[in-house]
C-alpha cells in the first residue's frame, strides 16, 4: 500500500489549523525589501507584511524557493510515505514549480508534481482535496485524477484597488488591457490558464463586489459550493462581502484567509477575491 503525502508552497494561503489538521507540508516562497529576505509566512506574517508593503522605501521582491529546499522537504517526509504529490502556484506567474520538479528528480521518493494553473486558494483547496483523499487511503493515481479533475471546476474571482503592483511585479498578464488610471475604476479578474485575465472593469468597489456575487451565482445552482474569501489588508471589508456571500448562497464550507506575503507584493493592499468549487 502506498502512503502519499501532500506538499504545496506558501502562495496556498492555507490557514494554519487547516495545514495541521490535513498534515500538509508548506514549503514558503522568499520575499525581498531592498537586501533583506524572509520566507513567507516564518520570518514574516502577513500582517507584518502589508505594514511594510505601506512604510517601505523598497517595492518588494520575490523569488520561488530553490530546489534544496523542496529536497530537505521531500527527505524528511520519506521517513513516513512511499510517495509524495506536490502542488504548486501556476508555472506561468512563478518558477516554484520547476524548482519542485528538479527537486523530485534529486530525490528517492518518487514526487508527482502539479502545476495548478492557479493561485492561493485554488492550490490551496487542492492540497486539501488530495490530503483527504490520501488519508482514505487512495493511490497516487486517483489523488492525481482528484486534483485534476477539481482543476476543472474551480473557480477564481478577484478585484484589486490599483493594477500598478501586478505591474511592478511584472505578473500582469492579460489584465494589461486594462492598465490606466481611470477614476475609481476596479478591474475584476481572473486566473486562465495560469495567467491573470481581465473580466471587466467597473467603476466603483460595490458594483465590483456585486459582479462577485454574479459570478458566483452561476455555478451556484449546481449545487452546494465550497470556497474562500481572500484579502489582502482588508479583513473587516472581507468579513462583511462573506456575510453576504453565506446568507445568498449554499456552501458546504467557506473559510475566511488573508492573501500572504508574496501574492500581496504583486496585488498590492484591498484586494478581495472569491474562490470556489461546486
Sequence with gaps: MESVKIVTDSTADLPADVVEKYGISIVPLKIFFGEEEYRDGIDITPD?????????PHHPRTSQPPPTEFVECFKKLAN????????????KLSGTYNSAVVAGSMVDIPVDVVDSQGASMMLGFMAIEAAKAAREG????????????????IRIYFLVDTLEYLRKGGRIGRAAALLGNLLNVKPVLTIEDGLITPVERIRGKAKALNKLLEKISQDAARGPLTGAVVHSDCLEEASRFKKVIEERFEFRELYLTTLGCVLGAHSGPGLIGVVYYY
Design 138 to 153: 487512495k493511490q497516487a493515481g486517483e489523488i492525481l485524477d482528484t486534483v485534476e479533475d477539481l482543476k476543472k471546476r
Design 48 to 56: 507584518e507584511f502589508y505594514k511594510k508593503l505601506r512604510t517601505s
Design 80 to 91: 513516513n510515505a512511499t510517495r509524495v504529490i506536490s502542488i504548486h502556484l501556476s508555472g
